[in-house]
C-alpha cells in the first residue's frame, strides 16, 4: 500500500505512538499543558464533532496528543506549535504516523497555527481541534470567548458554559485513539524528510 494514495490518518501502533510521544514530550507531566490537557482537549473534540459535521476523529485524536507535545514550560512558549508540527514530520518520517499527504497536510496546518491564528471557520475539523484546545481554558481560569472560536457549536453560550465539564474524568488513551487505523509500518512506502514543510505553511498564509 502506498501511504500518498492512502486517504486517512493511521498509526503503525496506537499504543506505539503513546509511548513514542511520552518519550519525546519535553513538558509531559505539566498540570497545566501536560497529559491531563491533551486528554481534555481529546474529550472535548469529541463532543464538538458530535454537533459539527464533517470532522475527522483521527485528525481530532492525534491533535490533542500532539499539540502541546513540544512545550518546554508552562510559560509562553511561542514556538510550541511550529516545534509540534516538525515533531509530526519526525513522526511521520519514522513511519509511526501515516496517511495521504491532504491529510497529513490538514493535521500539520492545525498544530503549526494553534496558538497563533485566531479561527478557521471554513474548516470544521481545524475549527474543531482549536476549539477543543481554547474551551479548555477553565483549567487556567479563563472563561473562553466566543470571538475566538471558529465552530458555531463552540460558540454558544451553553457549550462555553458547559465546557468545564471537560476537566473532570476525561477519556483514557485507549479510547481517544481507538478511532485512528492501525497499519503495518510496511504500509508506508519509503518515507524521506522534506525540510520545505515548513516553508510550504508559511507561504499559504501570505
Not at 493535521?107 to 503549526?112: E, G, H, N, Q
Not at 472560536?149 to 458547559?162: C, M
Not at 473532570?168 to 508506508?188: D, F, G, V, Y
Amino acid at each position: 500500500m502506498n501511504s500518498a494514495n492512502f486517504e486517512g490518518l493511521y498509526v503503525a501502533s496506537r499504543k506505539g505512538l503513546l509511548n513514542r510521544v511520552r518519550s519525546d514530550a519535553g513538558y509531559p507531566g505539566s498540570s497545566l499543558h501536560g497529559e491531563q490537557h491533551w486528554r481534555c482537549v481529546a474529550s472535548a473534540a469529541n463532543f464538538i464533532a458530535e454537533y459539527t459535521p464533517n470532522c475527522d476523529l483521527a485528525t481530532l485524536s492525534l491533535f490533542s496528543l500532539l499539540h502541546d507535545s513540544m512545550r518546554e514550560d508552562d510559560g509562553y512558549d511561542e514556538f510550541h506549535g511550529q516545534r509540534a508540527a516538525e515533531y509530526l514530520d519526525t513522526l511521520v518520517d519514522d513511519g509511526v504516523i501515516g496517511g495521504g499527504e491532504a491529510d497529513i497536510s490538514r493535521l500539520r496546518l492545525a498544530i503549526y497555527w494553534h496558538n497563533q491564528a485566531s479561527v478557521d471557520p471554513k474548516e470544521s475539523t481545524i475549527g474543531a481541534c482549536w476549539d477543543a484546545d481554547r474551551l479548555n481554558l477553565w483549567r487556567l481560569g479563563i472563561r473562553p470567548n466566543a470571538r475566538y472560536l471558529s465552530t458555531e457549536f463552540a460558540q454558544r453560550e451553553n457549550t462555553i458554559n458547559q465546557a468545564v465539564i471537560f476537566l473532570n474524568s476525561p477519556p483514557e488513551w485507549e479510547e481517544i485513539l481507538s478511532c485512528i487505523p492501525e497499519h503495518p509500518k510496511t504500509a508506508i512506502s519509503e518515507p524521506q524528510r522534506q525540510p520545505s514543510r515548513v516553508q510550504k505553511i508559511l507561504s499559504l498564509f501570505q
